[in-house]
């Protein structure tokens, strides 16, 4: 199982908006709703930002917004923080019944 | 609250073996799967598995299949993942995350430090 395919790094300014994809195929990405969305800063454990592609937690910021299109899910970060400033992940449920990360992007805020 | 408490830092020569333990505590140990997932120094997310509750179901990725072994122990609500035949290539941070549906959810352990070296 291949790692899901994202860009390495997207940047932007304080109060601008990015997104981030990650592209699978129809076994994983594109054939079910079981995508997830997680940042990590640097030494700490991965945190749930967005799951079940478009559902986001208690206590999340409600500028973090997930989408899918085909085999192309897409996290949205509104209003860039400097806090946001972290890598994300990207996950999917597979047809062989594993999960399966994506590559990372590191999000840099100007 | 809700707490994944994983086993501390290890240290192993290749070929050994290592198991993790991963004590669960805050809400009801039977209701939730948990997930292993690793992370090389340096390099991105790595998921290895997936183990039920009562431990009679497991899904490994076909990467680790016949290298890992993943139970629990419901008395302690503990879960464990032993990886053998390690080799330089397995030092990483091992995480454990309950389950929110088919996923890792929001809740993860610690990480645990394993450094494969002779």
């Known amino acids: 199982q291949s790692a899901l395919t994202q860009p390495a790094s997207v940047s932007g300014s304080p109060g601008q908006s990015i997104t981030i994809s990650c592209t699978g195929t129809?076994?994983?990405?594109?054939?079910?709703?079981?995508v997830s969305w997680y940042q990590q800063h640097p030494g700490k454990a991965p945190k749930l930002m967005i799951y079940e592609v478009t559902n986001r937690p208690s206590g999340v910021s409600n500028r973090f917004s997930g989408s899918k299109s085909g085999n192309t899910a897409s996290l949205t970060i509104s209003g860039l923080q400097a806090e946001d400033e972290a890598d994300y992940y990207c996950s999917s449920y597979t047809s062989s019944s594993t999960r399966v990360f994506g590559t990372g992007t590191k999000v840099t805020v100007l | 609250q809700v707490q994944l408490v994983q086993s501390g830092a290890d240290v192993k020569e290749p070929g050994a073996s290592v198991k993790v333990s991963c004590k669960a505590s805050g809400y009801t140990f039977n209701n939730n799967y948990m997930h292993w997932v690793r992370q090389a120094p340096g390099q991105g997310l790595e998921w290895m598995g997936i183990i039920n509750p009562s431990g009679t179901s497991t899904t490994y990725a076909q990467k680790f299949q016949g290298r890992v072994i993943m139970t629990t122990d419901t008395s302690t609500s503990t879960v464990y993942m032993e990886l053998s035949s390690l080799r330089s290539e397995d030092t990483a941070v091992y995480y454990c995350?309950?389950?929110?549906?088919?996923?890792?959810?929001?809740?993860w352990g610690q990480g645990t430090l394993v450094t494969v070296s002779s």
């Open positions: 129809s076994s994983d990405v594109g054939g079910y709703n079981y």
């Open positions: 995350a309950r389950s929110r549906g088919y996923q890792p959810g929001e809740t």
